[in-house]
């Protein structure tokens, strides 16, 4: 008779599969604690899963991140030297740049084995630029821009266009698992996330303004803008814009999760880009103008939707035109 091996008991098995509470936990860096910031480090840090350090360039808007459990320190390369991995998310690949290269950067506190992933949504000329100079210092960078707002980080429902160093993005994929129900890896190309995140941007700003004119039509004929979002909804033309987020158009009470302003100065970055090319994209240029109208009005920090109290206000003006 073959010997059969002594059966393992019980509690052998259970501590063999028992996590190792003694492993040093991975080190993320959050470089720019926005409303996007803010959420991507208190996911990381609240899941127990990461040790989590923060910087911001006004300190006191670290604080929601600092609340969850991250480390706020004093500049962005104390958080690179204390960092696996470190993600930027901040306004333009100015911004980026200046925590990047600037006085106090993420290079002087690299070590062996950084990784740089960027969130932010820049030029994607610009993410070459910055990622060849990365190079330069030995960091690994990768493009990594998203979709979805805060509430989307809380709950790991972002989606992930990545794009640039295979080695970065292997790197980082734990991390974007971790925060994301989807993620895209577009190639080795640096920039090409960030080019296809600006054409998403561009499907944002159009169904923004589409269904701003389209309530604003429909309200000002007497019918019910209400009843207009719902046959919309029920068709092939329903999107998450028109399901989640128009009904509260129809009021103007919409809490900020993505400014104007920033939808804004992403526009202007589609339409430079496509400068950049030798292309015209006439419908992005003619919102381009409309954006820009609705931040002269002040609505600047008000969620991107807000676009339909501009719509609003320009037809009222155009009607007490005609009244004269």
Excluded: W
Excluded at 153 to 166: E, Q, Y
């Amino acid at each position: 008779m073959t010997p059969v091996a002594d059966a393992k008991t019980q509690e052998e098995e259970e501590e063999e599969g028992a996590p190792n509470t003694n492993a040093p936990r991975p080190r993320v860096g959050i470089i720019g604690t926005g409303m996007l910031g803010s959420a991507v480090a208190a996911r990381l840090a609240e899941s127990g899963a990461y040790e989590v350090s923060a910087y911001n360039r006004t300190a006191q808007n670290a604080g929601a991140a600092g609340a969850a459990g991250a480390r706020i320190l004093e500049s962005p390369a104390a958080v690179a030297g204390e960092s696996d991995i470190v993600i930027t998310t901040v306004r333009d690949a100015d911004a980026v740049r200046d925590v990047s290269f600037g006085s106090g950067g993420i290079v002087e506190g690299r070590h062996g084995n950084l990784t740089v992933a960027d969130m932010s949504t820049i030029d994607p000329a610009g993410s070459k630029e910055i990622t060849a100079e990365y190079a330069q210092y030995g960091i690994s960078r990768v493009d990594s821009p998203v979709m979805g707002g805060p509430d989307a980080a809380a709950a790991g429902r972002l989606v992930v266009m990545a794009s640039g160093s295979r080695v970065a993005f292997d790197a980082c994929t734990p991390i974007f698992d971790h925060m994301a129900e989807s993620v895209f890896y577009l190639g080795d190309r640096p920039g090409t996330a960030h080019t296809i995140k600006l054409a998403m941007n561009m499907q944002i700003t159009m169904l923004a303004l589409s269904l701003a004119e389209g309530i604003t039509l429909v309200d000002r004929s007497g019918a019910d803008p209400k009843a207009f979002l719902d046959v919309l909804n029920s068709t092939y033309f329903s999107t998450g814009m028109s399901r989640k987020k128009a009904y509260n158009m129809i009021s103007g009470r919409q809490s900020p999760t993505f400014t104007l302003a920033n939808l804004r100065k992403d526009i202007g970055i589609m339409a430079s880009a496509a400068d950049r090319r030798g292309m015209d994209l006439p419908m992005t240029k003619a919102a381009e103008k409309v954006y820009d109208e609705a931040l002269k009005e002040g609505h600047g920090e008000l969620d991107y939707t807000c676009i339909i109290r501009h719509i609003r206000e320009r037809q009222d003006r155009e009607e007490r035109q005609q009244a004269q």
